[in-house]
């Protein structure tokens, strides 16, 4: 018997709420003990899983989580690969 194996579609975000501290990927402060977000991605140019933290300031639900990831500098590819030309 066999099966197709769903692939992960990236990012994959949870609700958590830290013992211990975290920084946040957005806005540099560090919390704990409240309600926060992990963020499991992959990084663009060689394609490893890495796990970053949002703030609740930061976003108030997965779904802001998600455009704030999708809009980050994080997710473009480097200027050198998008021209063809290492500047």
Same mark, same amino acid.
């Given at each position: 018997?066999?099966?197709?194996?769903?692939?992960? *579609? &990236?990012p $994959?975000?949870?609700?958590?709420?830290?013992?211990? +501290?975290?920084? =946040?990927?957005? =806005? #540099? !402060?560090?919390?704990? !003990?409240e $309600?926060? &977000?992990?963020? %499991?991605?992959?990084?663009?140019? /060689?394609?490893?899983?890495? +796990?970053? &933290? =949002? =703030? #609740? %300031?930061?976003?108030?639900? $997965?779904?802001?989580?998600?455009? *704030?990831? /999708?809009?980050?500098? *994080?997710?473009?590819?480097? !200027? &050198? *690969?998008?021209?063809? $030309?290492?500047?």
């Open positions: 018997m066999k099966r197709v194996r769903r692939e992960k *579609l &990236y $994959i975000i949870k609700r958590i709420k830290p013992f211990f +501290w975290k920084e =946040c990927r957005f =806005c #540099n !402060r560090e919390f704990k !003990r $309600i926060g &977000y992990e963020i %499991e991605d992959m990084t663009v140019v /060689n394609p490893r899983v890495f +796990w970053s &933290y =949002c =703030c #609740n %300031e930061c976003a108030k639900s $997965i779904d802001d989580v998600a455009k *704030l990831v /999708n809009s980050a500098k *994080l997710r473009k590819p480097p !200027r &050198y *690969l998008t021209n063809g $030309i290492k500047k």
